[in-house]
Each structure stands twice: as structure tokens, then as C-alpha cells.
């Protein structure tokens, strides 16, 4: 597949909007991706495998451009196109508008927001000043020139603001104050959010008018690499004490399913999740495992009905909250991400909602 082909097959799916496709057209990926990707595990070079380099970036995937050092764990890429283009359909920009990016990254999307609105009125912030250098040079190669920074992005960049639009290319638990402050009364910051239990959905806030507070829906299923200050810590806790039982519900429902995994996050804030084949348990099982740095708790997903199916340790009786929290999600209906919203303040309160701003859940 060529760059142009999938831009027509993003166009026909809906993920490419009309008002985008002339500077997405414009502004091919391969202007802005990296000589070594990542393929299968494997660094790939440019220079060695031109072709199957050339298909990667016309795909429809992801690329992990970087990795923390010394571990296999993504810290860049370049984010998947249909990804990109629904989040920019959802930024919903208009001419004149002035465009806050927060994580710059390959440099690929601020590229598409130059071209569609003027690079004057682009600002681009990327924490590492090595992929904000290497981004500022693909940029101007493109003929482009936003304005690229090296610093936090959690920051914002007041110098530039008021802005219209603020869009983050990394999920957080927390959105800061200042980006709700650099943002004017009316505009919309796109990030995409997350809990230790699920990462995550894509919010879509639009500022108050006193621009002390943004609210506003989730709206897409995505899940981004972590802001790095914002990566969860699942701490250590030790087994004790163990208490044994039964489980009330299907530990499937939370842990395969997105959408209940997400409500199920929102109504427990800094609880960890995993799935885990426990080869060691004289059962043989898979379980769902869920801790807080403290309290531990795990549901086996066969004989969940079993005496000894769940265990839990600690002062909180965690799998018993996670069934509390799913008998709410199926008793409000199995709501999906569109259902369930957010409000946040400047004063740091992040008040999770279920249909109205005014429904918050507790």
C-alpha cells in the first residue's frame, strides 16, 4: 500500500474527514519517521530493508521510533494514522485558530497542523530535546515551520498562550492546571486519559467560561504511552493474612473488556490490573490480579464459583470493591466511553461523570 492509497481508505472509513485530507495528503508520513523503527521486536534500518520500511510507514500501525534505555518499553513513536486522524477530526480546529501541542514526538502531527492552519500558528512542545531537534530539522526539510520547543509539556507554554486548542500525544491520570489556564474560555484540550487499571479513552474537555474548570466527554477507545511523570508506580506489597472465597462476578468482565475495565477504574483511582498465567498455583490457572502498593487481591478465571477462587490480603478487600464497582456498571446499563465524561479544575479535583457533568461518581 501506497501513502496516497491509504489515505484514500481512511477517507472512504470515515477516520479521514474532508476538511483534513488536502493537508494530510501534503504531508506524508515518511517526511517525518526515523530511519530505524521498530519491526517485530526488531530494529529495522531504512538504509538495509527500504522496502519493507516504506510499507511500515504506509501502514495503518504504529511505529516505536524509541525505547527507555536499557528495556524494551516504548518512551516515542508515531502514533497510528487512523488514531491520528480521529483525534484530529475531534480537535475540531478552524482557520485562525491558535494550536497547543503538548509532545511533539516524530513531529508528524504537528506537521499536519501546520499545513492545515499556518505554521505561525502551531506551537509543538516535546520533552526531550534530542526528538525535539531531530522533529524542528524534518520539519523545516518539509518546508514547514512551527514552532518547536524542548521543555515539559505539562508546563504548557505560556508565551503563547491563550491558546483554542491543546492536544496531548500522552496519556495522564492528571491533567495540570496550567493547561486548563492556557487554554481560552471555549476552547477544547484533546488528551488522552487514563487510570493504573485501564489506559485508556481519548477526553475531549471544553474550557469554562470563568476558565476555571473543563468538562466535557470521552470519546474515543485509545491508549498512548504515558506522560513520563505520570507513569504508574505499582509499588510493592506484601501477601498475608490471605483471605479466601468465591467470586460474585465473571473476572473476565474486567479484565478482557475495555469498557468495564475503564468505568471500573474511574470508581477506584489508583488500583493496578493485570491478567497473569500463574503456572505456579497448584490450579493451573489464569487469574486477574488487582493491588494498591498495599492491599492485594486475585480471582482465578476457571472454578470462579470455588471456595479458594479469590484471594485478598491487606487492610482493603480489593476484589470485593472491584465487584461493587462492576455491579454498578451493569446496573447503570454496561455504559461504553461515550457515556462517561469528565470535569477538572484548576484547583487539581478530576470528577469522573456518567452522562451529565452533574452525575459524578463517588
Not at 88 to 108: I, K, P
Not at 112 to 120: H, I, K, N, S
Not at 257 to 263: N, Y
Not at 295 to 308: L, V, W
Request: charged share 25%; glycine share 10%.
Amino acid at each position: 500500500m501506497t501513502w496516497y492509497e491509504l489515505a484514500d481508505a481512511l477517507r472512504e472509513s470515515g477516520a479521514l474527514s474532508a476538511d483534513w485530507e488536502k493537508a494530510f495528503r501534503a504531508t506524508p508520513r515518511e517526511l517525518f519517521t526515523p530511519d530505524r523503527i521498530l519491526d517485530e521486536g526488531e530494529w529495522l534500518d531504512r538504509a538495509e530493508q527500504p522496502h519493507r520500511w516504506a510499507e511500515l510507514v504506509a501502514s495503518d500501525l504504529a511505529l516505536v521510533t524509541q525505547v527507555y534505555e536499557g528495556t524494551d518499553t516504548p518512551s516515542s513513536s508515531s502514533s497510528m494514522p487512523t488514531v491520528v486522524t480521529q483525534m484530529l477530526r475531534h480537535l475540531d480546529v478552524a482557520e485562525g485558530m491558535r494550536v497547543l501541542e503538548l509532545g511533539t514526538g516524530t513531529g508528524w502531527t504537528a506537521g499536519l497542523l501546520a499545513a492545515r492552519l499556518g505554521a505561525e500558528r502551531v506551537t509543538s512542545v516535546e520533552l526531550d530535546p534530542e526528538l525535539a531537534g531531530r522533529a524542528r530539522q524534518r520539519l523545516h526539510a518539509a518546508g514547514l515551520r512551527p514552532t518547536v520547543l524542548a521543555g515539559d509539556g505539562t508546563l504548557g507554554h505560556p508565551g503563547g498562550a491563550p491558546y483554542d486548542r491543546v492536544q496531548f500525544t500522552a496519556a495522564v491520570q492528571r491533567l495540570p492546571a496550567a493547561i486548563i489556564e492556557q487554554t481560552a474560555p471555549g476552547g477544547v484540550i484533546l488528551v488522552p486519559y487514563g487510570t493504573p487499571f485501564c489506559n485508556g479513552a481519548l477526553l475531549r474537555l471544553t474550557v469554562a467560561e470563568d476558565g476555571r474548570s473543563a468538562s466535557g466527554p470521552f470519546v474515543e477507545d485509545v491508549s498512548f504511552m504515558w506522560v513520563r511523570d505520570q507513569r504508574p508506580d505499582c509499588g510493592e506489597f506484601g501477601i498475608e493474612d490471605v483471605r479466601h472465597g468465591p467470586s460474585g462476578i465473571d473476572p473476565d468482565e474486567v479484565a478482557e473488556r475495555t469498557d468495564c475495565a475503564f468505568a471500573v477504574g474511574l470508581r477506584l483511582p489508583g488500583l493496578f490490573r493485570r491478567s497473569v498465567w500463574a503456572d505456579y498455583d497448584r490450579f493451573g490457572t489464569g487469574r486477574a490480579e488487582v493491588w494498591d502498593g498495599t492491599s492485594y487481591a486475585h480471582c482465578r478465571f476457571a472454578d470462579r464459583d470455588g471456595p479458594h477462587a479469590v484471594s485478598q490480603s491487606g487492610p482493603r478487600s480489593l476484589w470485593d470493591e472491584v465487584t461493587a464497582a462492576h455491579g454498578w456498571w451493569v446496573r447503570s446499563g454496561k455504559p461504553g466511553f461515550t457515556r462517561l465524561g469528565m470535569t477538572v479544575t484548576v484547583a487539581g479535583e478530576h470528577r469522573p461523570w456518567l452522562d451529565d457533568p452533574g452525575n459524578v461518581l463517588r
